[in-house]
């Protein structure tokens, strides 16, 4: 039999492994040139140095004529040291392990070596005779619950400059750490860890550097007694529920850099009275001053694009809001609307240069009386102004090009809408349930009128239609309007067209108007001849259209003239006519002047001393 034999060269290498070694009373792991302070290898029931009460480590210890540098406590290296009171570092520990004076409950100070850069996960839990602490400044990284249950500790100095975060919040370093009362920060720290603070109910002031440049989320999580908190001027991101509960801060100022106000970051903090937003603002996160019931009013700022769900939930006693973001988003659903159950909004400003106004904006703002669009805005979301009950007035913009749906359904105080010229639709429901409403003007541009747009307006008793093509609409658009007295005013060269067609010609009153002349004011008062009063009207905007003229015999209707007064203070017009043919007449009787008057709804013509229906029929 042939036998093969197979070698294998093994490269020469050094393998060096860990000693331990006892010097004085402490037991320590050696490597190359460094020690670790490790376990006590006689413990008794667990406890590692029972039978210490003082400790005072070296900075060096020598073994076969090496010097080591001690740089590290080990893991588990005091734990349940119980009769420990005192322990002196040195300078050189780098590294605090994991449990490494876990339940050291004896120990009543411990001052923290410059050079420190870990702490590990529980490494001084349960060591509650602590009172103070200070973090060095070079500290990188402190693991999960590292200080848990240091129920005595009342002072912390943070002077780590960029410290890592923890993963949750019941990770925290100082988790039931529950009698901290100050927290000082040092005057290099860039970085505030997520969850630092959390829950130190007893903190009254916190002042961040300004070389603080990020905070990390829930760092000052329900600071129930936080009164003070200082941000520093370099900031950007006002991190997700950064001061969540914190119920008796009064008002903060936010710097002029931060761009963002993340999620819940002021959550429920039901003491601030008032809230500037910077003008850098851009994003605006969910539920980020749900329930500030005190702040009764805001301004949004100009560049904000993006505000999130529920965002000013519930806040309660807010009044008063100054809308200037240009061109800001839209949420997906009313439930999501920013100002949800915000009951209590009194006014609500739009700045000169907004462009956008977001889906359900003022959504059930039932105590908003007025509105005013400036003429910037190209575009309404759907259900904008959606059941605000108590609006009497809304002006639209000029550049408005649809009317989107549901804007103004069930604004059942509103008295009229001017639609403005260059709206091409007015969308489903879009003046839906707006029961006081008693006129309306649709102009000339509209070929669209979706379903239900005026259902249930049922006061209207002036409708204006200058689109000389009438157009094709469902007969639910007027549903529940009394079409049998409400006048429906059309080009007067489209009468016709509108008598002929569909839902259009079940308006018992269509009169033919020259659709140039259309004269309106709040507020009007009209002087007639052949009466010794003037009347005043105070009720919605007087809409006064040239009305028809009274017919009367032998004459033909030529104009109608302006004989006295201006729009603002009222009008008296002049009817002028010509003598029909083969009717010989004074000229001076070709005029007759008259004035257009609305009383208790009904629309009269006066002329001279007598009154007319606006067909034309004399009233004796």
Same mark, same amino acid.
């Given at each position: 039999m042939r036998k093969i034999f197979i070698f294998f060269a093994l490269a020469?290498?050094?393998?060096?492994?860990?000693?331990?070694?006892?010097? #004085?009373? %402490?037991?320590?792991?050696?490597?190359?040139?460094t020690a670790t302070v490790v376990q006590d290898q006689n413990k008794i029931d667990g406890k590692n140095y029972s039978t210490l009460d003082t400790i005072v480590i070296p900075s060096t $210890?020598?073994?076969?004529?090496? !010097?080591?540098? *001690?740089?590290? $406590?080990?893991?588990?290296?005091f734990s349940y040291a119980t009769t420990l009171l005192s322990v002196t570092l040195p300078a050189t520990i780098t590294t605090i392990s994991e449990y490494a004076f876990d339940y050291c409950d004896g120990l009543t100070s411990l001052e923290l070596p410059e050079a420190l850069n870990t702490i590990g996960n529980y490494a001084l839990r349960g060591c509650v005779r602590i009172d103070s602490l200070v973090i060095p400044k070079y500290v990188t990284s402190i693991g999960s619950v590292a200080f848990s249950g240091c129920? #005595?500790?009342?002072?912390?100095?943070?002077?780590?400059?960029?410290? #890592?975060?923890?993963?949750?919040?019941?990770?925290?370093?100082?988790?039931?750490? /529950?009698? $901290?009362?100050?927290?000082?920060?040092?005057?290099?720290?860039?970085?505030?860890p997520a969850f630092l603070c959390y829950n130190m109910t007893k903190l009254t002031e916190i002042v961040l550097p300004n070389t603080? !440049?990020?905070? +990390?989320?829930?760092?000052?999580?329900?600071? !129930?007694?936080?009164?003070? %908190? !200082?941000?520093? &001027?370099?900031?950007?991101v006002i991190p997700g529920s950064m001061c969540a509960g914190c119920t008796a801060l009064p008002h903060i100022a936010i710097p002029a850099t931060v761009a963002t106000i993340s999620e819940y970051a002021f959550d429920y903090c039901d003491g601030l009275t008032s809230l500037v937003l910077p003008e850098s603002l851009n994003t605006i996160g969910n539920y980020a001053l749900r329930g500030c019931v005190r702040i009764d009013s805001l301004v949004i700022p100009k560049y904000v694009t993006s505000i999130g769900s529920v965002a000013f939930s519930g806040c309660t006693g807010l009044k008063h809001v100054v809308w200037k973001a240009v061109n800001c988003g839209s949420v997906s659903a009313y439930n999501n609307r920013p100002f949800y159950n915000c009951d209590n909004i009194e006014t609500f400003i739009f700045g000169d240069e907004v462009q956008k106004v977001p889906n359900y904006l003022c959504y059930n703002m039932t105590k908003l009386t007025e509105i005013v669009l400036p003429n910037t805005v190209t575009t309404i979301g759907s259900s904008a102004f959606y059941y605000c009950t108590s609006l009497e007035s809304l002006t639209l913009p000029e550049k408005l090009t649809v009317i989107p749906g549901s804007m103004c359904a069930w604004c059942t105080s509103l008295l009229s809408i001017d639609i403005p010229k260059g709206v091409t639709e007015i969308a489903n429901y879009a003046f839906d349930g707006c029961s006081q409403m008693q006129s309306a003007i649709i102009p000339s541009t509209v070929s669209t009128i979706g379903n239900y747009a005026f259902r249930d307006c049922s006061l209207l008793a002036t409708l204006y239609n200058y689109a000389f093509t009438p157009q094709t609409i469902n007969e639910n658009v007027f549903n529940n309007v009394d079409k049998?007295?409400?006048?429906?005013? *059309?080009? &007067? &060269?489209?009468?016709?067209?509108?008598?002929?067609?569909? *839902?259009?010609?079940?308006?018992?009153?269509?009169? +033919?108007? /020259?659709? +140039?002349?259309?004269?309106?004011?709040?507020?009007? =008062? $009209? =002087?007639? %001849?052949?009466?010794?009063e003037t009347d005043t009207i105070h009720t919605a905007p007087l809409l006064l259209t040239m009305p028809v003229a009274p017919k009367i015999e032998g004459f033909i209707f030529l104009k109608w003239e302006v004989l006295a007064g201006d729009f603002a203070d009222g009008i008296t017009l002049q009817a002028v006519y010509e003598a029909a043919p083969s009717t010989d007449?004074? &000229?001076?009787?070709?005029?007759?002047?008259?004035?257009?008057?609305?009383?208790?709804?009904? *629309?009269?013509?006066?002329?001279? /001393?007598?009154?007319?229906?606006?067909? #034309?029929?004399?009233i004796k």
């Amino acid at each position: 039999m042939r036998k093969i034999f197979i070698f294998f060269a093994l490269a020469a290498s050094t393998i060096t492994f860990a000693e331990t070694i006892k010097r #004085g009373d %402490l037991y320590y792991s050696l490597s190359t040139s460094t020690a670790t302070v490790v376990q006590d290898q006689n413990k008794i029931d667990g406890k590692n140095y029972s039978t210490l009460d003082t400790i005072v480590i070296p900075s060096t $210890i020598t073994y076969s004529d090496k !010097t080591y540098t *001690v740089t590290a $406590i080990g893991s588990h290296a005091f734990s349940y040291a119980t009769t420990l009171l005192s322990v002196t570092l040195p300078a050189t520990i780098t590294t605090i392990s994991e449990y490494a004076f876990d339940y050291c409950d004896g120990l009543t100070s411990l001052e923290l070596p410059e050079a420190l850069n870990t702490i590990g996960n529980y490494a001084l839990r349960g060591c509650v005779r602590i009172d103070s602490l200070v973090i060095p400044k070079y500290v990188t990284s402190i693991g999960s619950v590292a200080f848990s249950g240091c129920t #005595g500790l009342k002072h912390v100095v943070w002077k780590a400059v960029n410290c #890592g975060s923890v993963s949750a919040y019941n990770n925290r370093p100082f988790y039931n750490c /529950d009698n $901290i009362e100050t927290f000082i920060f040092g005057d290099e720290v860039q970085k505030v860890p997520a969850f630092l603070c959390y829950n130190m109910t007893k903190l009254t002031e916190i002042v961040l550097p300004n070389t603080v !440049t990020s905070i +990390g989320s829930s760092a000052f999580y329900h600071c !129930t007694s936080l009164e003070s %908190l !200082t941000l520093p &001027e370099k900031l950007t991101v006002i991190p997700g529920s950064m001061c969540a509960g914190c119920t008796a801060l009064p008002h903060i100022a936010i710097p002029a850099t931060v761009a963002t106000i993340s999620e819940y970051a002021f959550d429920y903090c039901d003491g601030l009275t008032s809230l500037v937003l910077p003008e850098s603002l851009n994003t605006i996160g969910n539920y980020a001053l749900r329930g500030c019931v005190r702040i009764d009013s805001l301004v949004i700022p100009k560049y904000v694009t993006s505000i999130g769900s529920v965002a000013f939930s519930g806040c309660t006693g807010l009044k008063h809001v100054v809308w200037k973001a240009v061109n800001c988003g839209s949420v997906s659903a009313y439930n999501n609307r920013p100002f949800y159950n915000c009951d209590n909004i009194e006014t609500f400003i739009f700045g000169d240069e907004v462009q956008k106004v977001p889906n359900y904006l003022c959504y059930n703002m039932t105590k908003l009386t007025e509105i005013v669009l400036p003429n910037t805005v190209t575009t309404i979301g759907s259900s904008a102004f959606y059941y605000c009950t108590s609006l009497e007035s809304l002006t639209l913009p000029e550049k408005l090009t649809v009317i989107p749906g549901s804007m103004c359904a069930w604004c059942t105080s509103l008295l009229s809408i001017d639609i403005p010229k260059g709206v091409t639709e007015i969308a489903n429901y879009a003046f839906d349930g707006c029961s006081q409403m008693q006129s309306a003007i649709i102009p000339s541009t509209v070929s669209t009128i979706g379903n239900y747009a005026f259902r249930d307006c049922s006061l209207l008793a002036t409708l204006y239609n200058y689109a000389f093509t009438p157009q094709t609409i469902n007969e639910n658009v007027f549903n529940n309007v009394d079409k049998s007295t409400c006048f429906l005013y *059309v080009p &007067e &060269e489209s009468l016709d067209l509108y008598e002929g067609k569909a *839902v259009w010609n079940s308006f018992a009153n269509i009169i +033919g108007v /020259d659709p +140039g002349l259309v004269l309106k004011d709040t507020t009007t =008062t $009209i =002087t007639y %001849l052949g009466q010794a009063e003037t009347d005043t009207i105070h009720t919605a905007p007087l809409l006064l259209t040239m009305p028809v003229a009274p017919k009367i015999e032998g004459f033909i209707f030529l104009k109608w003239e302006v004989l006295a007064g201006d729009f603002a203070d009222g009008i008296t017009l002049q009817a002028v006519y010509e003598a029909a043919p083969s009717t010989d007449i004074n &000229e001076a009787q070709t005029k007759a002047k008259a004035a257009k008057l609305l009383r208790r709804g009904n *629309v009269f013509i006066l002329r001279g /001393d007598k009154t007319y229906t606006i067909t #034309g029929q004399q009233i004796k």
